[in-house]
C-alpha cells in the first residue's frame, strides 16, 4: 500500500510543476495543442490567494458621447463616429468602455490599435485560403449607419478588407445591455468567408496592472487570470465552448512520446471581467449562438499591454480533407454556413457582487429563471458517498481475450456493511463494467449481467439491501463512445471529410481506436435500458452529457446547433425513463436533466497565466444540485483534497475494486493505479467523516459568499448564514472569538461575513 502511494505522490508532484503555455484555437492555422478529455484528474493543491485589493477609476463620459437609451440602472452613450459605445452604472457612476483609451495605446502597433477601438472584428477566409483579420475600424471603410430604437441602437456597418457587412443591434436592458448579430444581415459582398466575428474584445480590458481585478474564465471549474504587468506569453488564448467539435476537428492521436495531462473543458458560454474589490464587474452570457462560441483571453504580454477577453463565433471552418491512405491531404472549407445568430448577454454588478460570486449567483439566478437550474437535492440529511465499483474488464488470454473480475456484488455488501458500521452514513454505489464483456468489453446496448458478476437476482437483492440501509444502486452506462467491438457499425458518427469519427490512443493495452455512436444508437440504447426492472432504473450516463460535435453522415448530416437540440431531447428521455438519472460532468444545457453530478472539475487547465482556481460552476449548482469531485484516489487523498471539498461543497468519491488495481495493469483501465477497498477503507471513512460534519448543516443551501481576506483562509457563507472557515495553512487562525487550527474546517456561526 505505502509503495502505491508514493508512485501517486511522485507523479502528482511532477505533474504540479509544469508550466503550459498554450496557442489555442479551432481554426486549421492555429498552434493549438489538442488532446483528449482527462482520464485521471490530478486535484490542484495551491493555496488560495488573497482577494484582489484596490479601487478601480473609470473612463469619462466626453462630449462626443451621446446618450442613447436610459432606465432605473443605466445609461447608454454611443460615440457615433467610431462606434464606441459606453455604460454607465448609476448605482456608483462606473463607466464601462468598448474601446482602449487612445492616451494608453502606445505601445501598440496599427492594427491592434485598431482592434483595440473596433466594436466588432472578423476573421475572414480569402480566395487562395488563407485567414485574415478585419477590425471594423478603418479610414476608408463606410460610416456605420445607425438608427436608434426604444432601448439602443442599431448600426448596419462594413468591414473594409473583407468587404463584408452586418447589422448589430444593442439594446439597454434592466440588468445591463445586450448584443444581437442577426445572420439575415450578414452579407458577403465580395468572394471572402466570414470565418469568426469577435464582439467587443476590448469591452473591460485593463491596462497593465493599473486596475486591480481579473478576467474570470469557465475553464474547469473556473480560473481567474489576474490584471498585472505584462508578461513573456506568446499568444493569446482561446477555448471552444462545449468542447472541440469532433465532426470539424478529429482528436489527435495520442502516443507514449504526445501523452500530457489533458485540458479541462469550458462547460458554460460565459466570461467575466472585475474591475476593483468589489466594486464593478460584468458577466457576459451567450444566449444565441453558444454552439459555436469560444471564449478568448489575451493577458498582458510582449505584443500588447492590456488584458483582454472577449467572445468569438464560428461561422464557417476550414477542415483537412485526405485524398489517399499515404497521407495526401488538402485544406477544405466547410461548404455550409453555421446558424449563429450571436446574442451576448452583459450582466452588470457592482458592490459587494462585483467579483467571481456575484457572477455565479448572477448566472445561477438566470438559469433559474431560464427553466435550466432546478432543485433535486436528496432529503437524506447525510451527505452521500459516491462508490464506484469496477466489476470487470478484458484483458488479452493466451488464446482470444479474457474477462477480469475486479469485484462481485458479494464484495460491495461487505463494503457497505463496514462502512455504515463505522460511520459512513448514506452512500451511491455504481456498478460499472457489470454487463457481460465488462467495462471495456460490453456492447454500448447490452442489458445482461455477466454471470461471473452475478445475476439480475443477485443485483435485487443488493438493491434491496442497500435500500434497507438508505443507501442507492446506480448503474453506470455510456452510449456515446466505445472501442470497435463495442458499437453497431451501422450508428457510426461521420467526420466531414466522409470517415468515420474515431480516437486513437496507443498507449492503450487492449483496444486502441474508439469509436462514437451517432445520435439514433444512443436514443435507441436509452429505450433499451428502460426495459430493465425497476429496481435497475437508476442510471448514471458518461459521454453524452460532455461532448457535442457535428455527424455528417451522407443524406443525414446533424449540424453542431442541431445535435444540441436533439441531445436534450435523448436527455429528457433518460429522465422519464428513469427513477433517477446522474450525469458526469455534464456540459450546462444538459445540467436539468440531472438528479445529481458525477465528476465534477475541482481545478481548471492549470494555464501558465490562469492565476486562481475558483469554485465558480459550484456556486452556480449549489443549493440546487448534488455534486461530487472526480475519485479522490485518483489522487493522494490529502488534507488539502478533504479541505477543498468542504470549500467548495463537494461530496467524495471513489473508484474501489476487490481485487488488487495491479490486475488492471494489462487492460484499458490501466490508468487506475491504486482502488483495492481494504487499501482505502480508512481514507474513505475519514474522508466521509470530515466532510459530512460539516456540508451535512449546509446541505440543500446555495453559497452567498466566498471570502479570502489572506493566503490560504477561506471564507464561505450560505443563503441561511452558516458560515464555513477553511484554513489551508500550517498556522491556527483566528475570526472573532473563533480559533482554526491549521488544515482545518470549520463551522463558525451564523454572523454575516
Not at 511532477?14 to 492555429?30: F, K, M, N, P, T
Not at 485593463?206 to 474570470?216: Q, S, T
Not at 500588447?304 to 497521407?327: H, L, M, N, V
Request: aromatic share 10%; charged share 25%.
Amino acid at each position: 500500500m505505502a509503495k502505491h502511494f508514493s508512485y501517486i505522490l511522485i507523479l502528482c508532484i511532477l505533474i504540479s510543476g509544469l508550466v503550459y503555455l498554450r496557442a489555442s484555437g479551432e481554426d486549421a492555422e492555429s498552434n493549438e495543442i489538442t488532446s483528449a478529455q482527462p482520464e485521471i484528474t490530478y486535484v490542484n493543491s495551491k493555496v488560495p490567494m488573497a482577494d484582489p485589493v484596490g479601487v478601480a477609476y473609470s473612463v469619462d463620459i466626453t462630449s462626443e458621447d451621446a446618450l442613447i437609451a436610459s432606465n432605473n440602472n443605466f445609461e447608454l452613450y454611443l460615440n457615433e463616429k467610431d462606434l464606441i459605445i459606453k455604460v454607465k452604472d448609476k448605482s456608483n457612476g462606473y463607466v464601462w468602455c468598448s474601446a482602449a483609451p487612445k492616451n494608453k495605446m502606445q505601445s501598440m502597433n496599427f492594427e491592434w490599435q485598431r482592434i483595440a477601438t473596433s466594436l466588432l472584428t472578423v476573421d475572414y477566409i480569402n480566395t487562395s485560403g488563407s485567414i485574415n483579420r478585419s477590425p471594423l475600424r478603418h479610414s476608408k471603410a463606410p460610416a456605420p449607419e445607425i438608427t436608434r430604437t426604444d432601448n439602443g441602437f442599431s448600426a448596419e456597418v462594413e468591414f473594409y478588407e473583407a468587404k463584408i457587412a452586418l447589422t448589430v443591434q444593442v439594446e439597454l436592458t434592466d440588468y445591463g445591455i445586450k448584443l444581437t448579430i442577426p445572420d439575415e444581415s450578414i452579407v458577403e459582398k465580395d468572394e471572402n468567408i466570414l470565418h469568426k466575428l469577435y464582439v467587443m474584445p476590448f469591452f473591460g480590458a485593463a491596462y497593465r496592472d493599473e486596475i486591480p481585478g481579473y478576467v474570470f474564465i469557465p475553464d474547469g471549474c473556473g480560473a481567474l487570470v489576474r490584471f498585472s504587468k505584462p508578461r513573456p506569453y506568446i499568444s493569446d488564448f482561446s477555448e471552444r465552448v462545449y468542447g472541440t467539435d469532433f465532426g470539424m476537428k478529429r482528436p489527435s492521436t495520442r502516443t507514449l512520446l504526445t501523452s500530457q495531462t489533458d485540458k479541462m473543458r469550458f462547460t458554460m458560454p460565459i466570461f467575466g471581467i472585475a474591475h476593483g474589490a468589489k466594486q464593478n464587474a460584468f458577466l457576459a452570457v451567450v444566449t444565441s449562438g453558444d454552439p459555436y462560441m469560444e471564449v478568448h483571453v489575451n493577458p498582458a504580454n510582449s505584443m500588447i499591454d492590456y488584458t483582454w477577453a472577449c467572445a468569438s463565433f464560428i461561422y464557417r471552418e476550414q477542415y483537412i480533407q485526405p485524398t489517399s491512405k499515404s497521407g495526401g491531404a488538402f485544406t477544405a472549407l466547410q461548404p455550409h454556413k453555421n446558424s449563429v445568430n450571436a446574442t451576448i448577454e452583459y450582466i452588470f454588478l457592482s458592490g459587494k457582487n462585483a467579483d467571481y460570486v456575484g457572477m455565479a449567483k448572477a448566472y445561477r439566478e438566470k438559469l433559474k429563471k431560464d427553466g435550466m437550474l432546478t432543485q433535486t437535492v436528496s432529503s437524506d440529511p447525510n451527505v452521500r458517498l459516491n462508490l464506484e465499483a469496477v466489476m470487470a474488464e478484458p484483458y488479452k488470454g493466451f488464446i482470444g481475450n479474457r474477462l477480469r473480475i475486479m469485484t462481485k456484488l458479494t464484495d460491495i455488501e461487505r463494503w457497505v456493511e463496514e462502512l455504515q458500521h463505522n460511520g459512513v452514513l448514506s452512500m451511491s454505489v455504481v456498478l460499472w463494467g457489470y454487463e457481460k464483456g465488462g467495462v471495456d468489453g460490453h456492447k454500448l446496448n447490452e442489458t445482461n449481467v455477466d454471470p461471473a458478476i452475478g445475476s439480475v437476482n443477485k443485483i435485487k437483492r443488493l438493491n434491496d439491501k442497500l435500500i434497507s440501509k438508505g443507501t442507492e444502486l446506480l448503474l453506470r452506462k455510456e452510449i456515446l463512445s466505445g472501442y470497435e467491438n463495442q458499437i453497431d457499425k451501422s450508428r457510426l458518427a461521420y467526420h466531414i471529410d466522409g470517415g468515420v469519427i474515431e480516437k486513437v490512443d496507443t498507449t492503450k493495452p487492449m483496444f486502441q481506436t474508439m469509436l462514437f455512436q451517432n445520435l439514433d444508437g444512443m436514443r435507441a440504447a436509452i429505450n433499451r435500458y428502460a426495459k430493465y426492472p425497476e429496481f435497475m432504473r437508476n442510471i448514471a450516463i458518461s459521454g453524452v452529457p460532455a461532448n457535442l460535435f457535428s455527424d455528417f453522415k451522407r443524406n443525414n448530416v446533424i449540424l453542431r446547433d442541431q445535435t444540441k437540440e436533439k441531445i436534450e431531447e435523448i436527455l429528457a428521455l433518460a429522465k422519464d425513463s428513469f427513477n433517477k438519472l446522474v450525469l458526469y460532468d455534464p456540459n450546462i444545457y444538459a445540467v436539468k436533466y440531472a438528479d445529481a453530478i458525477y465528476d465534477l472539475p475541482m481545478q481548471h487547465s492549470q494555464f501558465a497565466f490562469e492565476t486562481d482556481t475558483v469554485p465558480f460552476i459550484q456556486i452556480v449548482l449549489s443549493g440546487n444540485k448534488e455534486y461530487y469531485a472526480p475519485p479522490m484516489n485518483f489522487g493522494v487523498n490529502s488534507v488539502d483534497d478533504i479541505l477543498k471539498l468542504i470549500d467548495y461543497g463537494a461530496y467524495p468519491s471513489y473508484v474501489l475494486t476487490e481485487e488488487y488495481s495491479n490486475k488492471l495493469a494489462s487492460t484499458n483501465l490501466n490508468y487506475i493505479y491504486s482502488s483495492r477497498y481494504d487499501d482505502w477503507k480508512d481514507y474513505i471513512i475519514k474522508t466521509y467523516k470530515t466532510v459530512n460534519d460539516i456540508l451535512s448543516k449546509v446541505k440543500g443551501k446555495a453559497i452567498e459568499k466566498r471570502i479570502i481576506p489572506v493566503d490560504g483562509i477561506v471564507l464561505v457563507e450560505y443563503e441561511d448564514g452558516t458560515t464555513i472557515l477553511i484554513n489551508y495553512t500550517d498556522k491556527s487562525w483566528k475570526y472573532g472569538d473563533c480559533v482554526v487550527e491549521g488544515k482545518t474546517a470549520k463551522i463558525i456561526g451564523n454572523g454575516k461575513v
